[in-house]
């Protein structure tokens, strides 16, 4: 079946720099995609969403892009912080389901 | 606290036995969602209750099995309990079904020795 996926299982910033996450996804007829931050030994806590009608949307030093022409989505942290240390999970709904990526582990050197 | 109850926290059992994890959505949704994820992976998606229903299957095992009940709490049902099935389980609800947010609980880790 169709599959949300990541580029990159772990990244590596020095504190105060810009992070970018990405994410490809395959399935077309999805119209609505979620980036999700798991700490360790917590349940992923939303971070931020965008739909298929839109290309970019901001949140508090988070940005994320959506690219349908190659089906793909990014997370962008600005001045990142020890405390976004996590695994970042993209998803996408395409029905009455969230579809999850394999994650990747944001690491914030100090 | 996200407002999604899960219990209990930890859980230890040996192999072959049967375990159930219980869920308490956040107040006003009717939907719950059941995930499992296995060390260093991503969230595979179980199953999906709305109101009382099945709404959706993933890759359940036919081991596994659950149920969401009248005051919409749900439980998920481990049986016959075998290594690999140590993991986290996750339950997340939300509004209704389709809705889009998702609102995870803290999870239940259940280790089979």
């Known amino acids: 079946g169709e599959s949300v996926g990541l580029h990159l299982p772990t990244l590596s910033v020095q504190e105060g720099d810009n992070s970018i996450i990405n994410c490809a996804y395959s399935?077309?007829?999805?119209?609505?995609f979620i980036w999700y931050k798991q700490e360790s030994g917590k349940g992923p806590q939303f971070i931020i969403d965008i739909r298929s009608n839109m290309d970019k949307r901001q949140g508090q030093r988070v940005t994320v892009l959506l690219n349908k022409t190659v089906k793909h989505l990014s997370l962008q942290i600005a001045a990142t912080q020890p405390g976004d240390s996590a695994v970042y999970f993209c998803?996408?709904?395409?029905?009455?389901?969230?579809?999850f990526g394999g994650g990747t582990r944001l690491m914030v050197k100090p | 606290d996200s407002g999604v109850t899960q219990t209990p926290k930890h859980l230890i059992t040996a192999t072959g036995q049967r375990v159930t994890l219980r869920c308490s959505p956040r107040s006003g949704d009717l939907s719950v969602y059941w995930y499992q994820q296995s060390l260093d992976q991503g969230l595979q998606f179980l199953i999906h209750y709305y109101n009382g229903e099945e709404r959706a299957k993933g890759n359940i095992l036919e081991r596994f099995s659950a149920q969401q009940f009248p005051d919409l709490h749900s439980e998920l049902n481990l049986s016959s309990l075998e290594l690999g099935d140590s993991a986290l389980y996750f339950c997340a609800s939300s509004v209704a079904a389709g809705d889009y947010g998702y609102t995870f609980g803290s999870g239940t880790r259940l280790t089979v020795v």
């Open positions: 399935n077309s007829a999805s119209d609505y």
């Open positions: 998803a996408e709904n395409a029905g009455n389901m969230l579809t």
